[in-house]
């Protein structure tokens, strides 16, 4: 194999830690957030930011979720080919990869929307990755009653990015 073509498996198999149909699906509900906080249109660099931002932080809630269930997904015909449980990726590229693009989403939150978005988004990263995948999921079957508060948020933080609040409103969308 050329290097070009390693370079090319990497990158799919560190794209494919990020779950990006389940991402796309998320990032679309929180963009239609965005565009229900205000009665005019909201700002380009607000939408792209936010877009961004919560694309690479839920994409880093991917990959831990990856990372904790590597050992179930080795044992599943329709996961065993992921990249953790195939051994193209290992843990520790994994996490350091999870760490570098929740940062970064993190960040451009903070820095170009507000500050309100990043700590909600980062709440929904724990709510998922921690609270979710490695407390409730192993623990009890009520797992996806409770774990979908964090499926319930994407279209409350593409509110909070336009609007910089959670108004009833926003609430009405998270129920």
């Known amino acids: 194999m ?17 779950k990006p ?4 699906l998320i990032v679309f ?4 957030g965005m565009f229900l906080a205000t009665p005019d249109l909201p700002r380009a660099a607000v939408v792209f930011f936010a877009t961004a931002g919560i694309a690479l932080v839920a994409g880093a809630a991917a990959a831990i979720n990856c990372l904790v269930e590597q050992k179930i ?6 996961t065993r080919r ?11 590229q994994t996490l350091v990869f999870a760490c570098l693009l929740g940062g970064v989403g993190l960040f451009l939150l903070h820095r170009y929307v507000n500050a309100l978005t990043m700590w909600l988004t980062l709440a929904t990263f724990v709510g998922y990755a921690i609270v979710y995948t490695v407390l409730l999921k192993p623990a009890t079957p009520q797992n996806i ?7 319930a948020m994407p279209p409350v933080l593409g509110w909070a990015a336009v609007a910089n609040d959670v108004a009833p409103e926003a609430l009405l969308l998270f129920l």
Do not use: H, K, W, Y
């Not at 149909?21 to 796309?24: G, P, Y």
């Not at 509900?29 to 239609?32: G, K, L, N, P, Q």
């Not at 009653?145 to 964090?150: D, E, K, P, W």
């Open 29 to 32: 509900c929180a963009v239609i």
């Open 82 to 92: 992921r990249p953790l449980p195939s051994g193209e990726l290992t843990s520790a």
């Open 2 to 18: 050329t290097s070009l073509a390693l370079t090319e498996t990497r990158i799919r198999n560190f794209v494919a830690l990020t």
């Open 145 to 151: 009653v409770i774990g979908g508060a964090s499926g």
């Open 73 to 78: 997904d080795a044992r599943m015909t329709r």
């Open 21 to 24: 149909r389940v991402v796309s």
